[in-house]
């Protein structure tokens, strides 16, 4: 039987560490993880939810989640960076290869120099979400980064720790207490 990660965790000689967030919490997990200096992917499983966070030497270079309203035109659209029409008519054109973003940008629904920026909040909004998480599992696969997933992020991972376990709802959990 597989592991419920599923399979795209990469080669079958990746390490994984494991283990239930009720025992350590995701800021602890992070913390961990980031100041060790780590390259690899922290996914976490609530139910049917699924976050991943990329971590490259220490840094958060991507996170994805399977919830819509933390998608990259969601996020725009909430922000009213693009409008609906705009966030329908990039959706159309979206295949494999073709990112959202980019076909935001050359629709001119944003500026190019808009993107960055969004992709950083994008990312921000996964982690900050995923730091409340007190229930679940979790995968932290320890593998090189594939550059595509890379996202030039321009954000202090301490102070986006941080920031999260200000927002917890349960700071003993944050504390990893």
Same mark, same amino acid.
């Given at each position: 039987?597989?592991?419920? %990660? !599923?399979?795209g965790?990469?080669?079958?000689?990746?390490?994984? *560490?494991? /283990? @239930?967030?009720e025992?350590?919490?995701?800021?602890?997990?992070?913390?961990?993880?980031?100041?060790?200096?780590?390259?690899?992917?922290?996914?976490?499983?609530?139910?049917e939810?699924?976050?991943?966070? %990329?971590?490259?030497?220490?840094?958060?270079?991507?996170?994805?989640?399977?919830?819509?309203?933390?998608?990259? !035109?969601?996020?725009?659209?909430?922000?009213?960076?693009?409008?609906?029409?705009?966030? *329908?008519?990039? /959706?159309? @054109?979206?295949?494999?290869?073709?990112?959202?973003?980019? *076909?935001?940008?050359?629709?001119?629904?944003?500026?190019?120099?808009?993107?960055?920026?969004?992709?950083? @909040? @994008?990312?921000?909004?996964i982690?900050?979400?995923?730091?409340?998480?007190?229930?679940?599992?979790?995968? %932290?696969?320890?593998?090189?980064?594939?550059?595509?997933?890379?996202?030039?992020?321009?954000?202090?991972?301490?102070n986006?720790?941080?920031?999260?376990?200000?927002?917890?709802?349960?700071?003993?959990?944050?504390? /990893?207490?």
């Open positions: 039987m597989g592991s419920p %990660f !599923g399979s965790t990469g080669d079958d000689d990746d390490l994984a *560490i494991s /283990g @239930q967030i025992t350590s919490s995701v800021p602890e997990l992070l913390r961990s993880f980031l100041t060790s200096g780590e390259t690899g992917i922290l996914t976490v499983l609530n139910g939810a699924a976050k991943s966070v %990329f971590i490259d030497q220490g840094k958060i270079v991507s996170a994805t989640s399977n919830d819509p309203d933390e998608r990259l !035109g969601e996020n725009l659209l909430l922000r009213g960076k693009i409008t609906v029409r705009q966030w *329908i008519e990039a /959706g159309k @054109q979206i295949r494999p290869g073709r990112r959202l973003g980019a *076909i935001l940008v050359e629709m001119e629904a944003i500026e190019p120099e808009e993107l960055l920026p969004a992709l950083e @909040q @994008q990312v921000k909004d982690v900050l979400d995923l730091l409340n998480w007190s229930r679940g599992e979790y995968s %932290f696969v320890i593998k090189d980064i594939d550059q595509s997933r890379r996202v030039p992020l321009n954000m202090s991972m301490e986006l720790v941080l920031e999260g376990i200000r927002r917890s709802r349960s700071w003993a959990h944050a504390l /990893g207490r």
